[in-house]
């Protein structure tokens, strides 16, 4: 057997070890639900919809909540469901999914594949698609709402279950703390969140103490200028050459005004100007994603890129009528923080009872989650942990590495993670880190 083999038979053989821990039953009942879970499942895959358009899934989750006897309040948030499950004296303890697909035409051939079109928020018709696994992560909430309802005499407390809007545009979390999350419904100890990956054996659990993933921020710079013939540069002020001089000069704020060791990013994603050969335009747009973690490493990104687009247009002797416009998104994505000390209790307590081998420590993601909000608005005083299942076999993995081969990930149309082994996972390590959080006294 060769080693590839022989690590790809460890993996496999990881999944299906059972240590004593786990003898609680939770991982056999799961397995009898599952071919409900996956036609769950498969309808809300094939039934996708756009950010704060989630009525269809919404209604699910919450339907589901209801009969398993919660206290069910749907519109939260615009579309947002919140289910609590009073059991007594005790912590409080919220679980979260996101519910919303992506503007993505799915092209992965799947029997059940999406065929929806829809039309976003900012008014673009497309194909959608549970491009990023929510599918996976509203069907995983639902049994966790079931196991946690038939098994209240293992734990003590209250549950808060949320089906969360909007994470996909960062508005979500956002509108349901606007909308009273925290002072219509308990204020939670505990935050628990998990999101599929393509990064990770089919049913690893990945963990990351501190931050996890990225503030996003979109920028949108102007470049103005004064347009006339190509052949006649000399009478205009090209913005063009200044769009394109603006964003070589941005690389320089991650190779030489970040630190090393606060990891940034930069990406000038879109540059539109110009209409025709001989023509100097008017005015350039650019438009760029901005990722970083902390506070302070944001403000000078933000800030550098405003700085570098003036500095660069007194440089082309552009009049102070014609400076290049530069608008932030209001609504940025914040750096999601897992507590570190609650993060390592919960890393120690999914070894223990996944072992070893099933859960990995994984690097922070540039990607960004709007989870992060429920902990800051607090202070971060909610100990708050977001952790990854993954989905892809661990043969395809060992196979791409060994052949060079690049995979389709989250946010890709071909995107279809292992479906059955990321919700029976995830619904087992909420299930029991939610009653560990809730011990029965």
């Not at 990891?263 to 000038?268: D, I």
């Not at 990321?422 to 006294?441: C, F, G, H, N, Q």
Request: aromatic residues 6%; charged residues 20%.
């Amino acid at each position: 057997m060769t080693k590839p083999l022989i690590r790809i038979a460890a993996a496999l053989a990881a999944l299906t070890a059972t240590p004593a821990m786990a003898r609680d039953g939770l991982a056999e009942q799961i397995q009898a639900d599952l071919p409900g879970l996956m036609t769950i499942y498969r309808d809300l895959h094939q039934n996708p919809e756009l950010s704060f358009q989630e009525v269809r899934s919404a209604r699910i989750m919450a339907d589901a909540a209801r009969k398993a006897g919660f206290a069910v309040t749907e519109r939260v948030g615009k579309t947002g469901v919140v289910a609590v499950l009073r059991n007594g004296a005790g912590p409080t303890v919220l679980i979260r999914a996101d519910m919303d697909g992506l503007p993505v035409v799915e092209q992965t051939g799947l029997a059940f594949a999406s065929k929806a079109r829809g039309t976003s928020t900012a008014g673009v018709e497309s194909g959608i698609m549970h491009a990023c696994g929510h599918d996976t992560h509203m069907t995983a909430w639902i049994e966790v709402a079931r196991l946690m309802a038939a098994h209240k005499d293992r734990w003590q407390g209250t549950l808060v279950m949320i089906g969360q809007p909007a994470e996909e545009i960062n508005q979500g979390a956002l509108a349901m703390l606007k909308d009273g999350l925290f002072t219509r419904f308990p204020k939670p100890d505990h935050a628990l969140a998990f999101h599929d990956t393509a990064d990770l054996a089919s049913g690893v659990i990945g963990v990351r103490p501190g931050f996890a993933l990225a503030n996003v921020d979109s920028v949108d710079v102007t470049v103005k200028g004064l347009g006339g013939h190509g052949a006649y540069p000399q009478t205009t002020r090209d913005p063009i050459v200044l769009a394109s001089a603006i964003v070589m000069r941005l690389q320089t704020l991650v190779s030489r005004e970040s630190s090393p060791f606060d990891p940034s990013v930069v990406t000038v994603g879109a540059f539109h100007g110009g209409a025709k050969h001989n023509i100097i335009p008017d005015e350039v747009k650019l438009q760029l994603t901005v990722r970083s973690y902390s506070d302070e490493s944001r403000k000078l990104l933000l800030d550098g890129i405003k700085r570098i687009a003036m500095g660069e247009a007194l440089a082309s002797g552009m009049p102070q009528d014609r400076m290049p416009e530069v608008s932030v998104d209001p609504v940025p994505a914040k750096a999601t923080w897992n507590t570190p000390a609650f993060t390592e209790r919960m890393g120690a307590f999914f070894r223990a009872r996944f072992g070893a081998a099933r859960v990995a420590d994984v690097p922070p993601a540039m990607a960004g989650e709007d989870f992060g909000e429920f902990a800051r608005s607090d202070g971060n005083r909610i100990n708050s942990l977001i952790f990854w299942v993954g989905g892809r076999p661990a043969e395809v993995i060992e196979s791409a590495k060994r052949d060079g081969k690049l995979l389709h990930g989250l946010h890709s149309p071909f995107w279809a993670p292992e479906a059955d082994k990321v919700i029976a996972s995830a619904s087992e390590a909420l299930t029991a880190a939610a009653m560990e959080l809730m011990p029965r006294k």
